[in-house]
């Protein structure tokens, strides 16, 4: 099956760093999300994007399908960003079945 | 709406105990999952389902068993706890079965002694 591979694993900023999550993944997709999950473990959708970029607010994500890889952004980060950021990704005609990366752990300190 | 909710929200189980985990959405979407998360780890796929009537399995099924007899609810089932299924326990939904954004619920965090 599909691998995903998320780095770093782990990350520490101080409150309005920027930062750059990365997600590799072996296969062709046509399915990609990125999620945040808070301290208190809800997982909340942020972006689905099989390709192209995305803004919402602070956040931003680009999928360069062609080359397998996918980026989150995160401006001027907040003490609410902290978290475990994931990566999942299904291959073509594999639907919503989605495949996780073992997450980035984001610390952001005040 | 409620979105995606699930119950219990905690559950203290004995090895060879059964139960269900409950699920259920509000917002009349197809495609239902659940998902176990380990301490360290992604998400794994457990089962799935298209739609009422139809379930599939997903990465890791054994010692679980699905039903889905209505579009909001999609029931998880275990049938002889063992402490290896010690875990969080989350139920997805998406519109279709196709390329969606997915909505998780809160989790059900499952301890089996």
């Known amino acids: 099956g599909i691998q995903v591979e998320q780095s770093p694993p782990d990350l520490i900023l101080q409150e309005g760093a920027n930062s750059t999550l990365r997600c590799n993944f072996s296969?062709?997709?046509?399915?990609l999300q990125w999620f945040h999950q808070n301290p208190w473990g809800q997982l909340i959708n942020l972006f689905y994007i099989p390709s192209g970029t995305k803004q919402n607010g602070r956040l931003s994500a680009t999928t360069v399908a062609t080359e397998r890889y996918s980026l989150l952004y995160i401006s001027s980060s907040q003490t609410t960003d902290s978290g475990v950021y994931f990566c999942a990704a299904a291959r073509k005609g594999y639907g919503n079945k989605l495949v996780f990366g073992a997450g980035t752990i984001l610390r952001v300190k005040s | 709406n409620a979105g995606v909710t699930q119950t219990p929200k905690f559950q203290v189980l004995k090895t060879g105990q059964s139960m269900t985990l409950q699920c259920a959405q509000d917002?009349?979407?197809?495609?239902m999952s659940w998902y176990r998360q380990d301490p360290g780890m992604g998400l794994r796929l457990i089962h799935y389902?298209?739609?009422?009537?139809?379930?599939d399995q997903g990465e890791v099924p054994n010692g679980y068993n699905v039903s889905r007899s209505t579009t909001e609810d999609f029931p998880l089932r275990l049938l002889s706890a063992a402490p290896s299924q010690t875990s969080v326990y989350f139920c997805?939904?998406?519109?279709?079965?196709?390329?969606?954004?997915?909505?998780f619920g809160p989790g059900t965090r499952l301890l089996v002694l």
């Open positions: 389902s298209v739609g009422a009537g139809i379930t």
């Open positions: 997805a939904s998406s519109y279709s079965p196709g390329q969606e954004t997915q909505y």
């Open positions: 296969d062709s997709v046509n399915n």
């Open positions: 917002m009349n979407h197809e495609y």
